[in-house]
Structures are given as structure tokens and as C-alpha cells.
């Protein structure tokens, strides 16, 4: 499995669905099939979806999906540390990452716990961006989870980063929520958009 083509090719496929990034769906097919043929069931559906659905009902969904509503936010740091104090740290923390690898931010206008610029990160140093990605495990996860239960064509992107990470994927939020509890202190912020019953920590001073 080549890690830098599947990073790339999730990174595009995460993007904003412009006529520039829909025209790459032939290359993407392209590159995880002759590469990473393992990966090319996950990112079948959304490059099939591609092909038969108008660019303009593609953006809108795109739109509703990840900008609309925060139950799939494409921020990995927003899961662990939502809208508080410590995130800012840990978003200078990432950029600094990237600068000792030589990627620098200036010109993205995104912050840089954005997946697809994390992928892009991982496209450019494998090994420190799949140590970035797992560190983020959870994150990705219930992403993945809460695409999944949308049906959304998209969750197979998040399925194919999973799967270059170690270890298996939980099955549903709750697991992906005791693995969350299980990393680094987190806070929570980022899950209230999903049962505060299912927090490993709810009722212990674990969740908000």
C-alpha cells in the first residue's frame, strides 16, 4: 500500500469539490488502483458519485456536509479540544511540525488541523503524517462514523486514511469515543453534536 498516493488522493478528494478537483477523479481512480489497489473500494463510491451527480449538487452537499453542520467537521483538533483555550496551542504546535518538515502554511488560508492539509502533510512526510494522523485516530474515526450514518460517499475517504493506520477501526461512536477518552486529555467540546450519553466520562467530569 503506497500511504503518500492514498494521503494525496484523500487530500483532493476532501477538498472543495471546484471544477478543477472534479476533473482529478480520473487520476485519483487512476493512481489508488495501480498503487493502492486495497484502497480503490473505499474511494469508488465518491468518484462514482462524482461522475453522475451535476458539480453544482456536489458542491452544495459538500457545503451542507462539512460546513454546515459540525457533526462531520474536517477540524481533527476541534474533536479533541473544540473551541477552547488549548486549541490555539495546539494549532501553533502543527504548524511548527510542518515548518521542521518544510511545509510551509502561509498561502492555504486554512488552519492547519484542516484534514485535507493534514493529508497534504502526510503526502509530503509519510511517516511523521501517518504519526500525525493516528494521533488523531479518534477524530478521523468519528468522522468516518458520522459520515457512515449519513450514507454520505465520502465516509469511504475517511475508511481508506483509517486503513493505513495501525490497529482496527471501532465499530461505532461509542468505541471511537473510548478510544478518544483512552488518548491525550481531552475535553470533549467537539462531541456534543452526538448523545452525551454514549461519553465514556459522561457524569464523572469527563464531558462539558
Not at 25 to 41: H, K, L, N, Y
Not at 56 to 81: I, N, P
Amino acid at each position: 500500500m503506497n500511504r503518500a498516493v492514498i494521503y494525496q488522493a484523500a487530500s483532493v478528494a476532501l477538498s472543495y469539490p471546484t471544477a478543477e478537483v472534479l476533473g482529478m477523479r480520473g487520476v485519483i481512480r487512476r493512481a489508488v488502483s495501480e498503487t493502492a489497489p486495497a484502497a480503490g473500494t473505499h474511494f469508488a463510491p465518491l468518484l462514482e458519485w462524482w461522475e453522475t451527480t451535476p458539480a453544482e449538487t456536489v458542491q452544495q452537499t459538500y457545503v451542507d456536509v462539512f460546513d454546515m453542520s459540525k457533526r462531520h467537521a474536517l477540524y481533527l483538533s476541534y474533536w479533541t479540544d473544540g473551541d477552547t483555550r488549548r486549541r490555539g496551542q495546539v494549532l501553533a504546535e502543527l504548524k511548527q511540525r510542518y515548518r521542521e518538515h518544510g511545509l510551509e502554511l502561509a498561502t492555504t488560508g486554512e488552519l492547519p488541523d484542516h484534514l485535507p492539509l493534514v493529508l497534504e502533510f502526510a503526502r509530503h512526510a509519510p511517516d511523521a503524517g501517518a504519526a500525525l494522523l493516528q494521533e488523531y485516530r479518534a477524530s478521523l474515526e468519528l468522522i468516518r462514523i458520522a459520515l457512515a450514518e449519513r450514507e454520505s460517499p465520502y465516509a469511504g475517504v475517511l475508511a481508506g486514511v483509517c486503513q493505513t493506520l495501525p490497529g482496527r477501526s471501532p465499530h461505532d461512536r461509542q468505541q471511537a469515543m473510548a478510544m478518544a477518552a483512552a488518548g491525550p486529555p481531552a475535553e470533549y467540546v467537539g462531541l456534543d453534536a452526538y448523545d452525551p450519553r454514549l461519553l465514556p466520562l459522561a457524569g464523572s467530569g469527563g464531558g462539558r
